[in-house]
């Protein structure tokens, strides 16, 4: 075990969850089956338990069933999806036998769920008030003044300031944080004994995700109801969970306390699952990427579910189903490799990460800096005009893009990251003149791309290309893969013949790790990844020396976000290709980047190289930002809570933008904006503690 | 000599767009699956076998000629100055039985009575036997319900038996065929009789064929006892002018489903390229498209279509040389009457491609274009009209009902199509003044209502059942499973 310190070394967690008295068993599920009408099983006999004030998390990659399971709890299933088997215990309720009315009352009652996008959880029209006094009505007996009273003190609990005031405001005056709070005092208007919350905290920022999961750990340390964390993210198990099941094709392979599940994951798919994810230790090393895709939701399965994409599979795994075993440690896990052979368990319970991955870090091979650099941005700005009245007059601007300078060499990574609306992904169009940039200089390859004709920079399209977050979006679903790849060739003129261009595309197909034969399928026919795969495919082939990448991975899943990071790190040394790479992943940019610039409302407070910012961040907001990052490994720098949201880019706030929210607000932060301090002669930071 | 008019242009090429899109559609899978999955509902199947069925009809009707005259001129073949049309010539019989004035459906006298002289020389007032129907019989008083019956048992046993047939004629074709490639890809022997029944009871076991079996019996049940009853009878009545109305409800039909198409034909270049230009362009472009279909629609259209149409009238009224024929002249006014139908309403589908069009703009897939410097229009040609293409249809086809509805307004009105034209409006408007009459003449209006009725209804399901199957959200669990 002692193979890999980052894992292991749990050190005291300082963001454990809290440790309260757990009573008895609240709701026992056993042998849940939920079908489709054509009977394919897309819950399959699943089975666990949550004692009173007890955490426990489902993880799992999206498709896996974790939130069809949520679903038959509440038995709020949609059309065509039914429990066949199973039964499930709410203390010693049977849920499955309850008429509908009786279900209404547990609904909310006794069992409360919040949901991924609060945006769409709250109804529009509806004051913040009237919405959970909705559930206080149904619920709780009581009147008038009662009600009222009652939601202030929900929204009190959720720690909502000036609550009496936001009772009478609208979903839309609130911000995302403020609504995911709101959802979770509606869900505890009804006093539930369980909340089931499923990805609460995905649709939202890091410093925001921060604050809700330390709301759920308060209040139910206060209030010791259970709760079912719905998630995929390890970082979010790591900081909740008391106990964890791991589902992959609508089955439990492998439940554990968190603590065990952590030390030494017993499932090779949980092995897997970690080793996959990035960091800076591996920076150097492809990332254990699992092969294929997770099973669609529903489909048959005769043998082990994971055998198709495990590397330990033998004979046994493609015949026949695992069974259930428990081990001495209290450990669950359905695999072949413990039923069939326990004495060989020991071996197996390594986790088959990277050798030695401190190591890998300085066998880095230093690449020669080379200091033309291939794109020089000074000074850019995007501004959006405020437009009112009937003339239109413009009365004011967002600042989106507010003075962004950054240079970036052949062959290197720049990462840029920030909160959402900070203006990273305006950067990124910005400088491939998608958006037109209000003033500034950009620089590629030795020609300003600013204020050039049509014409000039349809010559300069070719060097620079942009990957897009969602593959289900980028590309054209009326457009076979050969067309979406030879549009760019088309518009570029980059292969003189079709012959030619056939070919390229098989090239390109076979280079980002895709059959030729998928030349003439549509999109829809594929996965995320290998969606994404072609759209790395459609930008390589004008041959590009800058890929601006704009969350490529955030919307995948964590195995499939391995195999693309991989993909792009390859590439790039093949290609010698330099990459903007735009995120909100720290992880993910700690394993890619070479440099990284910080972001906050438009501006860089904050650049240097991968090792200066995220080991030694100088800027109060780094630091926050840093800290507020689940990390499976618990180890991090001391907790700093970021107060309030970001502030709106029309109306930035007098002096630093950070004063606000920052801990070390001095006199000095409310009125000027503070200038460039340089640490060295690469980090550099705008914040006023480093100017003296 | 055949004759083609602008409107019979006008769906000639529109069933040349539709059988080439149909071709198109066929090697792209992706548009084919909505279309598979339409063919799954029985309710949008059953619509369309009757929609057919009136498309046959408007086709039959849509292939003019003008008949040479048995005398000859100078050696010269000399054509009548009547425009025939396929349908005329099978429908001869009902067409040129006239009567005197109104009748009953089914009935054997005239609706009035007239004065008529005995032929012992008194003048008696009695209802007169009808020229045409029921002349076969000696006393209509007692034989007339009998052979009504008779005639209607014999019409639904041959109508019947017809059908019968001919699915167990098709059923034996496509079991040929199928054989035929199953023998020459398989190479198997298949034993035919197992087989052939096999093959029917599939058909019956699939809900949306059966479906569409049971109403292919009713409604060839329903021709054999309205040919056989046809042949001797005024099934639906005559008119005023002893017309048959059976004869002026089936003409009706032609002029209806050109409405109701030609008008799309017009409309769609306006909707489609003035909305995805708008909405894609944005800026000045946008602000000069909407300010014109706000203003458009902001006219009342039948105001605007009564003096489009007022204006035409007196304008062909003083080029009288221009037209060799009357009906090329009640065309032209029917192919007027769609353009100003198509100019006054592409703004509904126009708005709606705009809207659309702002939210595909945005996708991830433009912008990629945008960064390879794809021109603007071949972003709006790749990109945005196939994206739109299922909005596109689904409008069209919804549109249909409501234009059938909107000439007979119009018709009804005075403004519609030229009153020689048969057509549902001018069907009602003759039999508007009716209906103050005693005794009430019921049947060239409840003729109109059923046609109409039934033509827009099966069109109206049609266009849900396409909705449907081309509705995204609707299908999501299909693609989920």
């Known amino acids: 075990m002692k193979s890999n310190p980052t894992i292991n070394q749990f050190g005291p967690l300082l963001q454990s969850p809290p440790e309260i008295g757990r009573g008895e068993v609240i709701l026992n599920v056993n042998g849940l089956v939920t079908r489709l009408n054509n009977d394919v099983r897309i819950v399959d006999d699943v089975s666990f338990s949550i004692k009173q004030g007890e955490t426990f998390a489902l993880l799992g990659e999206s498709g896996c069933g974790k939130s069809m399971t949520a679903l038959s709890l509440m038995r709020l299933l949609p059309d065509g999806i039914r429990i066949a088997s199973g039964d499930i215990k709410l203390e010693k309720e049977d849920i499955l036998a309850l008429p509908e009315y009786a279900m209404r009352e547990v609904r909310g009652g006794q069992m409360a769920m919040i949901f991924q996008e609060p945006g769409l959880s709250l109804n529009p029209v509806m004051t913040v008030g009237d919405q959970i006094a909705e559930t206080l009505k149904l619920h709780q007996e009581l009147r008038g003044d009662e009600i009222r009273s009652q939601c202030v003190e929900l929204l009190e609990l959720v720690g909502i300031s000036d609550a009496p005031r936001r009772v009478y405001e609208y979903p839309f005056q609130l911000s995302g944080g403020m609504k995911q709070r709101v959802m979770i005092a509606m869900a505890l208007a009804g006093q539930p004994k369980l909340l089931i919350a499923d990805e609460p905290t995905t649709a939202l920022d890091v410093t925001i995700q921060a604050q809700v999961l330390k709301l759920l750990r308060d209040t139910q340390q206060k209030t010791s109801m259970a709760l079912l964390l719905i998630t995929h993210d390890l970082g979010v198990v790591a900081q909740m969970a008391h106990q964890v099941g791991v589902m992959y094709a609508g089955q439990i392979i492998e439940q554990a306390p968190r603590e065990k599940l952590f030390a030494c994951p017993a499932h090779p798919y949980t092995q897997k699952l970690f080793a996959a994810l990035p960091d800076a230790g591996r920076s150097g090393q492809p990332l254990a990427a699992i092969p294929g895709n997770v099973p669609q939701l529903g489909t048959p399965f005769t043998a082990c579910r994971f055998a198709p994409r495990c590397d330990k599979a033998w004979a046994l795994c493609h015949d026949k189903v695992p069974v259930w075993t428990q081990l001495e440690n209290g450990q669950g896990v359905r695999c072949h490799l413990y039923s069939s052979q326990m004495g060989n368990e020991k071996s197996n319970l390594k986790v088959p990460l990277s050798p030695d991955s401190c190591a890998a870090g300085k066998e880095k091979p230093e690449e020669e800096r080379i200091d033309t650099p291939l794109l020089q941005v000074e000074s850019l700005q995007v501004h959006f005009p405020i437009r009112k009245g009937i003339f239109q007059r413009t009365v004011g601007h967002v600042k989106a893009v507010d003075g962004v300078s950054m240079s970036i060499s052949a062959g290197r990574t720049l990462a840029l990251v920030g909160e959402s609306g900070c203006g990273k992904t305006t950067v990124g169009k910005a400088l491939l003149q998608l958006i037109t940039p209000t003033a500034g200089s950009v620089r590629f390859a030795g020609h300003e791309l600013i204020g050039i004709s049509a014409r000039e920079l349809r010559k300069q399209r070719a060097g620079m290309q942009m990957i897009f977050q969602d593959p289900y979006a980028s590309l054209n679903p009326k457009m076979r893969v050969a067309e979406v790849l030879q549009e760019g060739m088309d518009a570029l003129s980059i292969a003189k013949n079709s012959d030619e261009r056939q070919r390229r595309i098989d090239e390109l197909l076979e280079q980002v790790g895709l059959e030729k034969a998928s030349k003439w399928r549509y999109p829809h026919e594929f996965s995320g990844g290998q969606r994404q795969r072609i759209a790395i495919a459609r930008v390589l082939a004008v041959n590009p020396n800058l890929l601006i990448c704009d969350e490529p991975t955030s919307a995948l899943d964590v195995s499939v976000q391995a195999q693309i990071l991989n993909l792009l790190k390859s590439l790039q040394q093949q290609l010698k290709l330099s990459y903007l790479f735009v995120s909100h992943n720290l992880a993910v940019v700690e394993y890619l980047a070479h440099d990284v610039y910080v972001m906050y409302l438009g501006r860089i407070v904050e650049r240097g190289t991968v090792e200066e910012v995220l080991r030694t961040p100088k800027h109060p907001y780094t630091q926050a930002l840093l800290s507020a990052v689940p990390r499976i490994d618990g180890q991090g720098m001391k907790t700093i809570r970021l107060a309030g949201e970001t502030p709106s880019p029309s109306h930035p706030p007098q002096g630093c933008h950070f004063h606000a929210r920052c801990a070390h607000v001095m006199a000095e932060c409310r009125e000027v904006y503070p200038g460039e301090s340089i640490l060295s002669p690469t980090h550099r930071v705008h914040c006023h503690l480093l100017g003296k | ?481």
């Open chain 2, 1 to 481: 000599m055949p004759v083609i008019l602008w409107t019979d242009a006008m769906i000639f090429l529109l069933l040349a767009t539709v059988i080439s899109a149909v071709l198109w559609v066929r090697k792209r899978p992706h548009l084919v699956l909505p279309w598979q999955r339409l063919a799954k509902s029985s309710m949008g199947m059953v619509s369309l076998l009757i929609l057919s069925l009136f498309v046959l009809v408007g086709l039959l009707d849509t292939m003019h000629y003008r008949e040479a005259l048995p005398e000859k001129s100078n050696g010269q073949t000399v054509y009548s100055a009547e425009v025939l049309s396929v349908f005329d010539a099978l429908a001869k019989d009902i067409k040129n039985r006239n009567e005197k004035t109104y009748s009953a459906p089914l009935a054997a006298y005239l609706y009035a009575k007239e004065s008529i002289e005995t032929p012992d020389g008194k003048i008696r007032r009695d209802y007169p036997r009808l020229r045409y129907g029921g002349a076969h019989l000696v006393d209509p008083q007692s034989e007339l319900l009998g052979d009504v019956l008779k005639r209607t048992m014999i019409g639904a046993l041959e109508g019947l038996s017809i059908a019968i047939l001919l699915i167990v004629a098709g059923n034996w074709l496509i079991f040929f065929v199928k054989l035929r490639t199953a023998r020459t890809s398989a190479g198997q022997e298949i034993r035919k009789s197992n087989n052939l029944i096999f093959t029917f009871a599939r058909l019956i076991k699939n809900k949306p064929s059966r479906a569409l079996l049971i109403t292919a019996l009713l409604m060839a049940i329903l021709l054999g006892i309205t040919v056989n009853l046809a042949a001797v009878y005024h099934v639906l009545g005559t008119d005023k002018v002893g017309q048959d109305v059976l004869y002026l409800a089936l003409k009706s039909i032609r002029t209806g489903l050109v409405i109701g198409t030609v008008t799309t034909l017009v409309m769609l270049p306006f909707a489609l390229l003035l909305g995805i230009a708008a909405g894609y362009l944005r800026g000045w472009v946008d602000d000069v498209i909407q300010y014109l279909y706000t203003v458009l629609s902001s006219i009342p259209s039948v105001l605007l279509i009564a003096a489009a149409v007022l204006m035409m009238q007196v304008y062909i009224e003083m080029h009288p040389e221009w037209f060799e024929t009357a009906a090329a002249r009640a065309d032209l006014r029917l192919l007027f009457l769609c353009l100003i139908l198509g100019v006054t309403s592409w703004t509904g589908l126009c708005r709606l491609l705009r809207g659309e069009t702002l939210k595909l703009r945005e996708m991830e897939y433009i912008q990629a274009a945008q960064a390879f410097g794809v021109s603007s229009p071949r972003i709006l040609t790749r990109h945005i009209v196939p994206n739109v293409m299922h909005i596109v249809l689904i409008a069209v086809v919804m549109d249909f009902s409501s234009l059938v509805l909107a000439e007979a307004v119009l018709s009804y009105v005075g403004v519609g199509v030229d009153p020689s034209t048969m057509s549902f409006g001018t069907l009602i408007n003759s039999a508007r003044l009716e209906m103050g009459r005693e005794p009430m003449v019921w049947w060239t209006l409840t003729a109109a209502f059923g046609f109409m009725l039934v033509l827009v209804l099966s069109a109206n399901l049609f266009a849900d059942a396409v909705r449907d199957a081309f509705d995204p959200r609707l299908n999501r669990t299909e693609a989920a499973a």
